[in-house]
């Protein structure tokens, strides 16, 4: 985990204040600081065990490692999201998934890029399985990737990135 995020602590507590310190809505909470930082700062995560009554640091941390929809690593601008499900397994996703880590220079077990800008992850299903193999970047969904097309797609974002058309 990275401590290097600079928490603010009045925002933690405005959610906090939301949801009346009810330990009874920790995952809500969760959610809401995750919507500010795009992953769980292990410095809110503490501040929530210690001010809510009932929880600590570490149940915290639990229900946060628990759940897959969390992340306690940062994540780019760009969430990448390559399908891994069966039908976008048999129609080349990791192809795809490689050809993206390799543009990227993510390394396996890495989720974001050096530079920041991209995060990566694998899912196992997007709910497309008749657009085979698909990605899903920032919530749109790119159908029957290939790893040339998902190469041009990212090259897009980059010059988007850079103010070029």
Known sequence: MSGSTTIDFRA???????????????IAMLQ???GIYKYLPEDA?????????GLSPSTVYGVATFYAQFSLEPKGKYEIKVCDGTACHVRGSMPVLNAVRNKLEIKQ??????DGLFSLETVSCLGACGL???VMINGKVYPQ???DAISIVIDTLLKEERGEE
Do not use: F
């Open 145 to 147: 990737m290939t790893p």
């Open 109 to 114: 077990g890495k989720l974001t890029s050096r």
């Open 45 to 53: 995560m503490t501040y929530i065990g210690e001010k809510v009554d």
């Open 32 to 34: 809401d600081v995750q």
């Open 132 to 134: 085979a193999p698909v």
């Open 12 to 26: 933690v507590d405005n959610i906090l204040e939301k949801y009346n310190y009810d330990k009874s809505y920790l």
